[in-house]
């Protein structure tokens, strides 16, 4: 059964020609029968398409790719009615760079919509569920890309992440997944929610297998401005490196919030473990930390609102049928094609930049958002590392907070101040409890990509996450 293997493993067979690509792509096709009932982790799963490819090559790996990162010639719908219909027109940066590599998309996967959620229920197709336990959630926004690797339908899955979007599903369906620093990888082609936050990102079971891909799709892109002009490591060679000596924080503001007593328990262990690998773990301060939640929900809705101002019905995607004049079609056509999380946004957005408003508010939440950039960077003079545990409990019951969503906000208090900072951050599986996934979430330095994923890498080899299937 090739779907049960690493990405690595299979690079690895495919290159001694022990099995084919056809091979590959039939056995995780299978795996994708097998569970997309039960789970719901596909929009629009692309297995025919990608099967056929497969046949004309010698070498390719599949992938699944998060509905809001274009994939020329398929549907792209950020999980709205507003884009249900939209066909990409080109590839993202991101996916000419996997084609390149000779990667091959198996399908676009479940998001809330626009990215805008914490738990994969405000799709506006069907909400995507979580492999352990079918009840729950699977987190958000990229809940379809973790379930996706968790049941093993793809080795591997791009995601975007904006204020937690990766890491917090990764942290609830038991796999890995990482939000490299703001700039390393393109967003050329990445649906904007509020792009000086949003960062395009891997899931996968195996460290080695995210560091594989994240290799691939990093890089300078002269079409995103924002992209940076770094070099890439090779991450699949820095994550052997030993982990001894490394100085790794733990903040003891991540303590000061709402914490369920399982994960206090999993992330002591996961300590006590680093320590036993001969990292020196100590306690630190991010003073300003406790009010990156505030920031994030003025900084984020008022970049949602300016970006998402171009779905007017104008130029593409859904149209009312019925209305009386321009501003009507205007008015009917958001009314109808948006979901009732990203009305919120925008309203909350709008208000935030109205005239009168815009400094007491958005700048005022900028300047927090600086704080919290200085805090992580004087704690980088004394750790090399910092840790805590990715969310604030274990995955929630399907609809137990849709009617709040102020609960639904704070599952983001933990991964929210990386997005702000602009830091890179992986998840971890570091426990179970009551059958449930705990993540742990190892924050590093700007462009220290490599350094989160040595100490994911060296944690793995002790916990072996990925021998536990969920079906």
């Known amino acids: 059964m090739l779907w049960k293997k690493s990405l690595t493993e299979i690079v690895g067979l495919l290159k001694k020609g022990e099995v084919t690509p056809a091979e590959v792509f039939e056995s995780f096709a299978q795996r994708f029968s097998e569970t997309e009932e039960k789970v ?8 025919e398409e990608a099967l056929e490819e497969a046949k004309k090559k010698d070498f390719c790996l599949p992938i699944a790719i998060k509905d809001n990162i274009l994939v020329k010639g398929q549907r792209t719908t950020c999980a709205s009615k507003i884009l249900e219909n939209f066909v990409a027109p080109y590839d993202a940066t991101v996916v000419e760079k996997l084609k390149k590599a000779n990667f091959l998309s198996v399908g676009k996967t479940n998001m809330d919509e626009f990215a805008m959620g914490s738990s ?23 809940g379809g890309s973790a379930v996706a690797v968790a049941v093993q339908s793809a080795p591997v899955a791009l995601g975007s992440d904006t204020g937690g979007s990766i890491r917090q599903p990764a942290s609830f369906c038991g796999v890995i997944g990482i939000k490299p620093t703001y700039g390393r990888v ?12 949003d960062q395009i990102g891997v899931f996968g079971r195996r460290t080695e297998d995210v560091a594989y891909v994240l290799e691939v799709i990093s890089g300078h892109d ?49 300590l006590k473990e ?28 008022s970049e949602a609102s300016s970006n998402l101002a171009r779905y007017d019905g104008v130029r593409y995607g859904y149209r009312a049928k019925d209305y009386e004049d321009l501003i009507d079609m205007y008015s009917k056509t958001r ?44 704690a980088f003079k004394e750790v090399d590392l910092i840790v805590g545990p990715t969310t604030p409990g274990l995955p929630f019951k399907l609809g137990e907070r849709l009617q709040d969503p102020i609960q639904m906000y704070l599952s983001d208090v933990l991964t929210v101040p990386v997005n702000l900072a602009g830091l890179p951050a992986v998840s971890v ?12 979430q190892i924050i590093g330095p700007p462009w220290r990509e490599d350094l989160i994923l040595r100490l994911s890498y060296a944690w793995e080899q002790v916990f072996k996450h990925y021998e536990k299937v969920p079906f």
């Open 120 to 142: 994969t229920e405000y799709s506006a197709f069907f909400p995507t569920r979580n492999p352990w336990d079918l009840e729950r959630v699977p987190g958000g926004s990229s």
């Open 222 to 270: 002269p079409r995103d401005s924002t992209s940076a002009p770094k070099e890439v490591p090779k991450f699949t060679e820095e994550i052997k490196k030993d982990v001894k000596g490394l100085k790794v924080g733990v903040p003891k503001e991540f303590f000061e919030f709402d914490l369920q007593e399982e994960v206090k328990r999993s992330f002591d262990s996961f």
């Open 186 to 197: 393109s967003r050329y082609g990445l649906v904007a929610f509020a792009s000086s936050l």
């Open 335 to 378: 009314d109808e094609g948006f979901g009732p999380e990203v009305k919120r946004r925008i309203m909350l957005g709008t208000f935030a930049l109205s005239a009168g408003y815009y400094d007491a508010y958005y700048l005022k939440a900028q300047r927090v958002r600086r704080l919290i950039y200085e805090d992580f960077k004087n």
């Open 40 to 47: 719901k982790a596909y929009i629009t799963p692309t297995y």
């Open 429 to 440: 599986p570091i426990g179970w409890e009551r059958g449930l996934p705990v993540g742990g």
């Open 274 to 301: 680093l320590e036993s690998l001969g990292c020196e773990v100590r306690e630190i301060s991010l003073r300003h930390v406790r009010y990156a939640i505030p920031a994030y929900y003025i900084i984020a809705p």
